[in-house]
Antibody
């Protein structure tokens, strides 16, 4: 059974870059699935940030595209998120998830809270 | 971007009740809809994909229906562990989007 675990700093200063990593176990990250990042501001709903295919093709939410980079490291069984120029509006629980090739998310990490504050 | 609306935004129900949640898309999405359940402090859990396909391991009291713009999630007999927030998600086109959620709590 696939397991995903987010890791990274829980506090980021405004204007800096948020960096998170998702470690995948129980499934080959090079398999046919996609890998995504979704976030949830406190008390609010879910927002898709972007996804990366097993071959490295990326898909980003246009609302965040200018600030987002998602990458894949198959040797470490990880994929990563970088979000630049963060503000308080980027404070959220960040989830990594596995997506089918048609993009429904079938396995989720437990999430990690990232707070943007000086 | 395709917008999803859900109704109701919240509901109160009793154990054993039949519960129906509706999700409406701003344009046709065929059957490209999933339903996720989220409990407080946890990551979401996939219940239904392709509008009506039950994810492996999910109890059969959960069912989904619909196509085009109108979809429903039905819980045939609500159990104590079903009190949670439910989100629909469209995967017809990028950007992927989620509905605002429906919170189901105890009456």
């Amino acid at each position: 059974q696939v397991h995903l675990q987010e890791s990274g700093p829980g506090l980021v200063k405004p204007s800096e870059t948020l960096s998170l990593t998702c470690t995948v176990s129980g499934y080959s990250i090079s398999g046919g699935y996609y890998w995504g990042w979704i976030r949830q501001p406190p008390g609010k709903g879910l927002e898709w940030i972007g996804s990366i295919s097993h071959s490295g093709t990326t898909y980003y939410n246009p609302s965040l595209k200018s600030r987002v980079t998602i990458s894949l490291d198959t040797s470490k069984k990880q994929f990563s998120l970088k979000l630049s120029s963060v503000t308080a509006a980027d404070t959220a629980v960040y989830y990594c998830a596995r997506a089918s090739p048609t993009d429904w998310f079938d396995s989720w990490g437990q999430g990690t809270l990232v707070t943007v504050s000086s | 971007a395709i917008q999803l609306t859900q109704s109701p935004s919240s509901l109160s129900a009793s154990v054993g009740d039949r519960v129906t949640i509706t999700c409406r898309a701003s344009q046709g999405i065929s059957s490209a809809l999933a339903w996720h359940q989220q409990k407080p402090g946890k990551g979401p859990n996939l219940l239904i994909y392709d509008a009506s396909s039950l994810q492996s391991g999910v109890p059969s009291r959960f069912s989904g229906s619909g196509s085009g713009t109108d979809f429903t999630l039905t819980i045939s007999s609500l159990q104590p562990e079903d009190f949670a927030t439910y989100y629909c998600q469209q995967f017809n086109s990028y950007p992927l989007t989620f509905g605002p959620g429906t919170k189901v709590d105890i009456k």
